[in-house]
C-alpha cells in the first residue's frame, strides 16, 4: 500500500475521473443495492447495517403505502419509493496507480482517493481511525456507498483496459482512502505512520462485493480471476 501521496508521479494521478454506466433496464432500487451488500461478504457492511436494514425496510413501507395508495408522509418518504434509471455518473477525485514489479503483466496497482473537509466533532481526536467519528461520518453522509460505486467504476474500467486476460482484481484494484482534511496533522507532529492512520478512512472491498453491487446495478458480470 502508498505510504506517501508525494511519491506517486504526476503522470501516475488522475484528477476529477469522470466515470459514466447504464443501470439495470428496469432501474436500481436503494432495497436491491441494500440487499446486494448484506448478502455480500463485505467486511464493513456491519458498520453499516443499521442504515442498510433501514433502506429496505422504508423501501417496502414504501411499496405498502403505494399498494393501498396512501400518499407518502413526506417528500424523503417518496424517495424511498424510486427506482432509478438511465446512467449512473460522477467524478472521482482522484485516482492514482503505484508500481509494482512484483505484479506479472501490468506492474500497476490503483486506488482511488476522494478529500473531505467535514469538521466531526472539531476535535483531532475525532479524526483518530480507532474512534467512531469517522465512521460515524461515513455513515452519517452514505460515504460508504460512494466509495463502493467508485470501486465498482474503476473495476470496470481496469477491467476495460488491462484486458480480462491479464488484469486481476487482487493484484490490480488497491482500494479507496477517504483523506479527512481537518484532521491532518503539521508534519512536525507527526510521530509514525500518519498518526497511526488519523484522519483516513480506507477500504478495500472483495471481489465478492464488487461483482454482488455491479449486478444489483445491472453492470455485465466479471468472471475475472481474484
Not at 503483466?105 to 467535514?118: E, I, Q, T
Not at 467512531?132 to 463502493?148: A, H, P, S, V, W
Not at 497511526?196 to 478512512?201: H, I, N, S, T
Request: charged share 25%.
Amino acid at each position: 500500500h502508498p505510504t506517501k501521496l508525494s511519491t506517486v508521479a504526476p503522470a501516475d494521478c488522475l484528477a476529477e475521473m469522470q466515470f459514466d454506466f447504464p443501470v439495470a433496464d428496469g432501474g436500481v432500487s436503494r432495497k436491491g443495492i441494500a440487499q446486494a451488500l448484506i448478502a455480500s461478504d463485505w467486511s464493513k457492511k456491519n458498520s453499516f447495517s443499521d442504515i442498510l436494514n433501514d433502506w429496505i425496510k422504508k423501501a417496502e413501507a414504501a411499496r405498502n403505502r403505494r399498494i393501498t395508495k396512501l400518499p407518502p408522509d413526506s417528500a424523503e418518504d417518496e424517495m424511498d419509493d424510486v427506482t432509478l434509471r438511465g446512467f449512473m455518473t460522477g467524478f472521482i477525485d482522484l485516482t492514482f496507480r503505484v508500481h509494482d514489479d512484483s505484479l506479472s503483466g501490468h506492474p500497476y496497482r490503483y486506488y482511488l482517493l476522494d478529500w473531505k473537509s467535514n469538521r466531526l466533532d472539531g476535535t483531532f481526536a475525532s479524526f483518530d481511525a480507532d474512534s467512531k467519528g469517522i465512521t460515524d461520518e461515513m455513515g452519517r453522509n452514505r460515504y460508504f456507498f460512494q466509495y463502493l460505486l467508485y470501486s465498482v467504476a474503476v473495476h470496470h474500467f481496469l477491467l476495460a483496459t488491462i484486458g480480462k486476460e491479464n488484469y486481476s482484481y487482487d493484484d490490480h484494484f488497491g482500494g479507496a482512502y477517504y483523506v479527512f482534511l481537518r484532521g491532518v496533522m503539521p508534519p512536525a507532529e507527526h510521530t509514525g505512520d500518519w498518526e497511526a492512520k488519523r484522519c483516513v478512512y480506507s477500504d478495500r472491498p472483495s471481489l465478492d462485493v464488487i461483482n454482488k453491487l455491479s449486478a444489483a446495478l445491472g453492470l455485465p458480470g466479471t468472471e475475472v480471476s481474484q
